[in-house]
């Protein structure tokens, strides 16, 4: 499995943007796929993730801002960033997990600046 992150960028405090990821391969029946982000200093840390069920889970600190939502036919991942401050600037992954094994993309860059 192959993941391509895109939708980086740098915006201003209260400003949106929206992440994607596309996870090659046919026919994937991915179980998890979802964000993880690296700030500068800081461990790598959950953003947010979605199940192949439709279940979600969020990072407090982005409870009510972000969003993520997924098409499995697709095999895409969207993070939905709202509301952005500017200690959500970090290096955004995503993840995926197919067959218990974990797989990540090459982080995208998002600058919360004024």
């Known amino acids: 499995v192959q993941l391509q992150a895109s939708g980086g960028g740098l915006v201003q405090p209260g400003g949106s943007l929206r992440l994607s990821c596309v996870a090659s391969?046919?026919?994937?029946?991915?179980?998890?796929m979802g964000w993880y982000r690296q700030a500068p200093g800081k461990q790598r840390e959950l953003v947010a993730i979605?199940?192949?069920?439709?279940?979600?889970n969020y990072a407090d600190s982005v409870k009510g801002r972000f969003t993520i939502a997924r098409d499995n036919a697709k095999n895409t991942a969207w993070l939905q960033m709202n509301s952005l401050k500017p200690e959500d600037t970090a290096v955004y992954y995503c993840?995926?997990?197919?067959?218990?094994?974990?797989?990540w993309g090459k982080g995208t860059l998002v600058t919360v600046s004024s």
């Open positions: 993840n995926a997990i197919y067959y218990a094994m974990a797989y």
């Open positions: 391969g046919n026919k994937l029946n991915i179980n998890v």
């Open positions: 979605n199940t192949l069920g439709g279940s979600t």
